[in-house]
Every structure is written in C-alpha cells, then in structure tokens.
C-alpha cells in the first residue's frame, strides 16, 4: 500500500467508517441513491454487493434483502444493527452464484465498482444480470472523474481506496455490455464536500430507461 493510503487502513473498522462516511455527508448520497434510483418496493428481494454494515437497509422498507461482503467485521457489524431484518453473508461479491443466491428483483453496488479492474467489473455486471428476472434492475453508486471538477473532489478522489476510478462515461460503457438500458446519472453536490458521483440504473428490459 502506498504511504498516501496507508492513512485509510482504519476504514476497515466498522465504527471508524461509519463515522468517515457521515462526516463527509454520504447518507445525504444514500438517501438519494435509494429515493431517486433504487426505489424499493415492500417485499422486493435485493441483494446488495459488498455491502459493508448493511448502511443501505435502514433506508428500505421491508424488503428480502441480503448482503454480501468479504469484511467479517463489517457483517458483524450489520448484525448487530439490523438483526434479522436480512440476512449477511460472508464472500467475494466477485463469485456470486445464481444457484446458491436465486434470483432477485435488485441488484445493489453501493461505492464497489471503483474498487475492482475493468474485467472484474465485467464480470461481475454478468453476474448480476444472470440474478435478475427480466424486469430486474442493478443500481450502482461511485465516485467518478470529470473534466474540471473542483479540486478538493479531484484530492479525495485520488486517495480513495478503490484503485479503479472511473470517467462517468467509462462505467456506463461496462454496464452496457450486460444491461441493454442504462441510465448515467452524474452528481456534484451529493456530497457535503465537493464530490463528484456517478449513478448507474441498469435494466434487462430496453422499455425501461429513464
């Protein structure tokens, strides 16, 4: 790791990322992530990849949700909080197993796609849409680069975690290679720093683009 990330090493305790991500304003991004582009409806089954401490589910209404995560910290974590309200499993979001998981009416990617290279991503978007019924949808959110953004969102993208930030543009271009509907939404102010934030809303039917 490099010493610029070295510093990042304690996200993984689930306190001190919980306390990072409000501080830099992100439940104002999952709200909206889940009000504008998810859109749950009671009794969906979703399944939410590298889902942390499951900080998504408290926005939802009762759904059958269930996460996945390789931090067994973060699931724990999860646990505690939500109890049984959905069910937390250990594993690579990358081997996700239609057979094992069945199928879903959503798919969730909050903050994952930047952490993996573009075959990774590739094939996890597969993945996905082999989990989803033919009205399903895949909602994914990241950070994202832009030409002329400001420079405090161009700093902390650059020492983000995830190794694999992409152009708007370059992430809709890997989601269209497994949903024939997708839908780029790019956002500066979601944020309470200067931020600059892709969402996907990716659909197996064409009839439903936005």
Known sequence: MTTTRRWLRPLSHPWLYATSQRALGSETARTHFVEEHLRPRPGERILDLGCGP???????????????????????????????????????????????????????????????????????????????????????????????????????????????????????ELARAHFPSVSIDTHHHLARVGYTQVVLDCHKSRNRAR
């Open 54 to 172: 499951a900080q998504i589910l408290g926005l939802l209404p009762e759904v059958d949700y269930v996460g996945i995560d390789l931090s067994q910290d973060y699931l724990e974590a999860a646990r505690r909080r939500h109890g049984s309200r959905g069910a937390f499993l250990h594993g690579d979001v990358r081997l996700i197993d239609g057979q094992e998981l069945g199928r879903f009416d959503a798919v969730v990617a909050f903050g994952l796609l930047h952490h993996l290279d573009d075959h990774s991503v590739l094939d996890l978007l597969g993945r996905a849409a082999g989990l989803l019924g033919p009205a399903g949808r895949m909602s994914t959110l990241d950070p994202a680069r832009w030409p002329g953004q400001p420079r405090v969102a161009r700093w902390l993208i650059d020492r983000d975690r995830g190794r694999h930030i992409r152009s708007s543009t370059r992430y809709g």
